[in-house]
């Protein structure tokens, strides 16, 4: 199926389709109208001498009278002796026949029989007709072997047409996979003909100068960003490192470290996104990784806000050591979007991290997800039939840090009630 989905192979079998049909067509006319032709010659022949055989017989009664044409087999049968007339012609009327019999040797010889009768003449012309059915094999032999062989003509010349018609779209997809190596579009169309190749060539270069002023916006504007949102960033942690240096009230220092939370949070989101507009697999320095566990334990800290005076009990159970080859805001990002939505749709009873096995698992006892909303949650804007909070965004973002890293993510309702949330990393990791 992949071979005819090619454009040069439609070319090449439409067109040995093409001349083996219409070779086929003309052989099956050609034994047709021979066929009609010869046969209603030779029908016509009979039928008109034996209506002469039976005249002549007629005005020439005697036995020994000649008759002229020596081709045919021909019998007189009078009146007096309709009785000896063989028993498998005497059903026939005036007419032509198409009948077999085996002769001597005991081979079935086809064969013409012409009926004429009359009230006291019976005529009968007997013509061998063996040959005329060998030379119709003969012929229709010939008509095959004239259809295979110009249906392999048809197939080489589909294979030269279909050469030269698409070498100039072969060069134009020759020139995109350099392209796409070499990284540096270059114009394509003056190296193109003014046709139909050509203005593909003309369009692709149009397209690929707007997607380039595309990716360049993108570029700078994604610089900008993290330039710009660095920058407060930094001024609002380090003047909360500040301030809580300074002797203050338990109520206004709890809220200093919200605010150190957020900047941090705010900072690793900043660092993901920027990873994800330039698709960009960052592994710490020095071949560091990180330790999933104690991210966790950063994860859930950050994330309480969000039970606020819920009766939710949070547990984290650590099986055993995890790490993962990825920078810890990556991990961070990751995890906090699935701790968060465990935190925010859970209204009582208990959210249960597990670490450990390649795996970060977080079950809630919330309200669940159905079945068939698992996996089209990870898609951007969709918050399933359960879930009415949020913008439907957080889990796309976990999907496509997943593909980045080479992890798997999903979904799944709890049997007892609830969600879990599963986060499995490269087997390497």
């Not at 005991?106 to 006291?120: I, M, N, Q, T, W």
């Not at 259809?147 to 392999?152: A, C, H, N, Q, W």
Request: proline content about 4%.
């Amino acid at each position: 199926m992949p071979y005819r989905r090619r454009l040069r192979s439609r070319i090449i079998i439409s067109f040995a389709l093409f001349g083996l049909g219409l070779t086929a067509l003309f052989a099956v006319a050609t034994i047709y109208v021979r066929a009609r032709l010869e046969d209603q010659f030779i029908n016509d022949t009979l039928a008109r001498e034996v209506g002469n055989f039976a005249n002549f017989k007629r005005e020439n009664p005697a036995p020994d009278a000649p008759w002229q044409l020596s081709t045919y087999q021909a019998r007189i049968f009078s009146a007096r002796r309709f009785a000896n007339v063989p028993l498998s012609w005497q059903q026939f009327d005036t007419g032509v026949y198409d009948l077999a019999d085996y002769d001597a040797q005991g081979h079935l010889r086809p064969y013409k029989l012409a009926v004429s009768k009359s009230e006291d003449l019976w005529a009968f012309l007997q013509q061998d007709v063996s040959a005329q059915r060998l030379s119709e094999q003969q012929l229709l032999i010939a008509l095959v072997a004239t259809v295979v062989m110009f249906g392999l003509l048809s197939l080489l010349m589909g294979l030269w047409l279909s050469s030269r018609v698409m070498s100039p779209v072969t060069g134009l997809a020759s020139r995109l996979r350099e392209l796409r190596k070499t990284g540096k579009y270059e114009p394509m169309a003056p190296r193109f003909a003014n046709d139909e190749v050509g203005e593909l060539a003309l369009a692709l270069d149009d397209y690929a100068a707007r997607l380039t002023r595309l990716v360049e916006r993108d570029r700078e504007f994604n610089a900008d960003v993290s330039h710009e949102l660095r920058t407060p960033l930094a001024v609002i942690a380090t003047t909360t490192e500040l301030l809580m240096g300074q002797d203050l009230p338990d109520k206004a220092r709890e809220r200093l470290h919200r605010i150190e939370r957020a900047v941090r949070q705010t900072t690793e989101l900043t660092d993901a996104l920027l990873l994800l507009s330039r698709s960009e697999r960052q592994a710490p320095a020095d071949g560091e990784t990180t330790d999933v566990a104690h991210v966790v334990e950063q994860v859930i800290d950050i994330s309480r806000p969000h039970l606020g005076t819920k009766p939710v009990s949070v547990r984290l159970d650590v099986e055993q050591p995890l790490f993962a080859a990825a920078p810890s805001s990556v991990v961070a990002v990751a995890l906090t979007n699935l701790i968060s939505n465990a935190f925010k749709y859970t209204q009582q009873g208990e959210v249960t991290v597990i670490v450990g096995h390649g795996r970060v698992a977080v079950e809630d006892t919330g309200p669940g997800i159905a079945a068939e909303d698992a996996e089209r949650l990870f898609e951007r804007g969709e918050r399933g039939t359960t879930l009415v909070k949020g913008a439907g965004l957080g889990l796309a973002i976990v999907r496509r840090l997943c593909e980045l890293y080479g992890w798997k993510v999903s979904l799944a309702p709890r049997p007892q009630g609830g969600a879990v949330a599963t986060l499995r990393f490269d087997e390497r990791s």
